[in-house]
């Protein structure tokens, strides 16, 4: 049989780091196995569509590279995928499961429902819901009649159509995650399948997708495992095999860190966009123009944008709550799918760390030739209309690609070698500018209008034989150096900025800070 997974996100706003994780995981799986890895999108709740959100997950997915094989925009012999198009097909499934006594038309308005809670609740009943007991006092098909049912249906008084659970009976069913799962049917109410709009809810379009998508296997996050056991019930209700379920674990909040990455305050539950936000990191993947709670337009910057590649972030997100039973942490796309197997999900949540990805970026950065890194440089650079030969971008790449975490950093921690620094660090003037510094300074750069082969070396060589004749130690100069030609207390190897910079730039700056810094 064909393993045929899906992602069925809805479109409800930017794609959270946890539905790619999802995403990956079903792709992974779906790979491995030589299966098919579908795209559903669940727009069934018209109140939370927010347009644009479905483009966004395909260039999200396209960005990350999971390669949708089957679904809403690549077609495929189930079409269409997107479950607003399917209305005809849920209003049909939903009358097989009235007809045969699985459902039924409830009537009741919110005030009324609300009206049986309070009274319920003051009855001191502890649950409240919808339920087997309680429907027996509300209005719906099943008390009122075929024929008032009929006369209200059409005098077009609203309806749902509600999941009538048994009162007794035993539910079970195997997670691939978390073994056998037994619930009983008394905990469960009488969902809502059809909403009053004509359009279903989730449960129902959900598992009627599933079964007409031949879906066999539903990979998706610990928060639907509450939803699994009615959803395994319709599947007996229609005389369906379920398919087999996975639920991931969840994400969890980081704990609050201090800038050394000590702990602060240790947090509980799920990762959300407030936590991302408060502790400023992405999110989304890919940069989200959304609104807040406050309905005020923000922009959230994706991942892709921060300058993550997408390499890491996989390799970031696979081992967020999978491992491979060794201590590997680097695999490639490849290697992730030989190793995957859900069985070595682990069940318990996995608290998320900024810090792993941000590592696992620095690994894949490094691992990038110096020629693509530059190629890179020259081009952010040409943005910005500042010219720069691939020879330089290259230097700079060797400069500083042990120092950066992200591709960016790059050139913008080195604009210093494109012009001149117009300020210098106050407090390395304060106490790394004197006389003496000054003075060897100046002799240095004296010195260096003999030399005819200037590099790096060179540099270094004139340097040091300046400070042999004045008998001092090379640390009384270098930070007066590096606040001559970079403006900074801190930096890259200067020999190396020197050699960038070139001869006369060299002297220039050192001309220049003497004439603003004084001697
Ligand atoms: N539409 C649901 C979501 O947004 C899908 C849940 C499922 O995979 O069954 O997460």
Redesign the pocket.
Known sequence: MEIRV?????P?GGLHIG?VR?ALYNYLFAKKMGGKMLLRI?DTDQKRFVPGAEEYIIESLKWVGIQIDEGQGVGGPHAPYRQSERREIYQQYAQQLLDAGHAYYAFDTEDEIEAMRQRLQAAGAANTSYNALTRTQMRNSLTLGADETKRLMDAGTPYVVRAKIPLKEEIRFKDLIRDWQVVHANTLDDKVLMKSDGLPT?HLA?IVD?HLMQITH????E??LP?APLHVLLYKFFGWQAPQFAHLPLILKPDLLDEKGNVIEVRHGKLSKRDADEMNFPIFPLTWNGTNDNDEDITSVGYREAGYYTDALINFLALLGWNDGSDKEFFTVDELVQSFSLERVHKAGSKFDIRKAKWFNQHYLRAKSDTELAAGVVEALKRQNIACTTEKAEKIVRLMKERVTFPQEIHEQTMFLFAASETYDATAVQTKWNAEAAGLLSNFKDELTTLTDFNAEAAKHTLHVVLEKAGVKIGKVMPALRLALTGAANGPDLMQIMDILGRDETQNRIALALGKLGR
Do not use: Q
């Open positions: 899906r992602f069925a996100p809805s409800t539905g999802t669940e989730y959900n599933d539903v990979i998706r996050g928060e639907w939803s």
